[in-house]
C-alpha cells in the first residue's frame, strides 16, 4: 500500500540505491534500461523509490474489477512516466 498511496516524503527514508551509474550511463547514451524484478510485496515500493532517480514505466495487469482498476492505474500515474498494460 505504501508504494502506491504514501506521498513521497514518507517514503524516501526507507530505502537507497546502489550502483545507479549503470542505469545513468545507458540514459546518458540514448538507450533505456529495463528493470526486472519477482512479484514481491516490495515491488511496488521499490519502483516509487527508484522513479525519483529515473523516470520509470511500470507494466500492470488489470485487475477484473474495474473500479480496482482505475483506483490502482491513478495512483501508479502520480509516480510513474508510463504504464505498460500487460494483456
Known amino acids: 500500500a505504501l508504494g502506491w498511496w504514501a506521498p513521497s516524503h514518507k517514503i524516501q ?3 537507497h540505491g546502489h550502483h545507479f551509474e549503470y542505469l545513468t ?3 546518458k ?8 524484478t519477482a ?5 511496488y515500493l521499490v519502483g516509487r523509490l527508484v ?10 495487469h488489470a485487475q477484473t474489477n474495474p473500479v480496482l482498476t ?4 491513478g495512483s501508479i ?7 505498460i498494460r500487460r494483456e
Open 29 to 36: 547514451e540514448g538507450r533505456g534500461a529495463l528493470l526486472i
Open 25 to 27: 550511463e545507458a540514459l
Open 77 to 83: 500515474k502520480k509516480y510513474f512516466v508510463d504504464i
Open 70 to 73: 482505475k483506483i490502482i492505474e
Open 51 to 60: 522513479s525519483h532517480y529515473f523516470p520509470c514505466a511500470v507494466m500492470y
Open 39 to 43: 512479484h514481491f510485496n516490495s515491488l
Open 13 to 15: 527514508h526507507l530505502g
